[in-house]
Structure formats: C-alpha cells, structure tokens
C-alpha cells in the first residue's frame, strides 16, 4: 500500500517514501512538511544523533514558529499553510 500526502493527495513512489508529522502521524510531502531541529530528539549522551523531525505545517507554526526549516523546496516557506 502506498501512502499518500494528506493534503494534496501526492502518491509515495519506491524512490520516494512520505514521512509522516511526528506531532500527529499525518503523511505529508516534501511540500507539505518542514524539517526543523527539535529539541524533543536532543542527544543525551550521543552528540551524533539527527534532531531533525518531520512536521506537518500546522504543527510546525503551532509547536515551533520560529524554527528554521533544515529542507529546502518547502512551501512553507512561502507561507503556504494547510488551512
């Protein structure tokens, strides 16, 4: 079963897989999401781990509005929002 982007409808390819919001679990494309650091995935003890986590535009303005999207090509960028 492929998943696909819950606000545009993209389909997942095999080159291509679509993450999901890890606030809540909505699929989102590359130009439905922003990847930011979070401090939720901070290292404890290991300085190597990513703190980079997916988010769903609404819960990236909501949790996070003043973080940095660490992806480019992004409509969030561009103040596309899912409502």
């Known amino acids: 079963m ?3 982007c819950a606000d545009c409808g993209e ?3 095999p080159n291509m897989k679509i993450p999901v919001c890890h606030h809540c679990g909505k ?4 130009r439905h999401r922003e990847m930011i650091q979070d401090d939720a995935f901070s290292a404890r003890d290991d300085s190597n781990t990513s703190r980079v986590a997916v988010h769903c535009l609404d819960h990236k303005r909501e949790f996070h509005p ?3 999207n660490v992806e ?3 409509l969030a960028s561009l103040g596309v929002t899912t409502k």
């Open 11 to 13: 389909k997942e390819q």
């Open 27 to 30: 699929p989102v494309c590359k």
């Open 66 to 68: 003043r973080a940095s």
């Open 2 to 4: 492929a998943w696909e």
């Open 72 to 74: 480019s090509g992004g």
